[in-house]
C-alpha cells in the first residue's frame, strides 16, 4: 500500500473516483456504508492506496483519500475531511477506520 501527499484539491480526486465508478464508502449513523443497503465492518475492506492532502494555508489541518475494495471486488474511496462528519460519527469513523485492513503489497 502506498501513502500519497497529494496538492491537488480532493474535489477533483474525488470526481476521478466517481469517473472510474469507485463507489463513495460514509459513516452513516447506521454504519460504515457505499449505498445500496449494504453496510460493513471492517474485517469486510481492505485499504489499497492512501491519498493525503496537505493544507497549504493550516498545515494541521489535512485531509485524507482512502481508496479501498469489499470482500466482493467492489472499489470505493472514503474521505476523511474535518467538516465531513459530526463529532460522535467523527470518532466512529476514525476507529473504523484504523481497523480496516491494509493492503501491504507494492504495486
Known amino acids: 500500500m ?6 491537488s484539491p480532493i474535489d477533483s480526486m474525488v470526481e476521478k473516483f466517481q469517473k472510474k465508478g469507485y463507489r463513495e464508502f460514509k459513516m452513516t449513523r447506521a454504519g460504515f456504508t457505499s449505498g445500496m443497503g449494504k ?12 491519498y493525503h492532502f496537505e493544507d497549504m494555508v493550516n498545515p494541521n489541518e489535512s485531509s485524507f483519500i482512502y481508496v479501498m475494495k469489499d470482500s466482493n471486488g467492489i ?33
Open 39 to 50: 453496510y460493513y465492518e471492517p474485517r469486510d475492506l481492505q485499504i489499497t492506496k492512501v
Open 75 to 107: 472499489q470505493g474511496y472514503s474521505v476523511d475531511a474535518a467538516p465531513e462528519y459530526e463529532k460522535n460519527e467523527e470518532e466512529l469513523y476514525h476507529w473504523f477506520i484504523t481497523k480496516v485492513p491494509k493492503d501491504n503489497s507494492t504495486d
Open 2 to 7: 502506498h501513502t500519497i501527499i497529494a496538492y
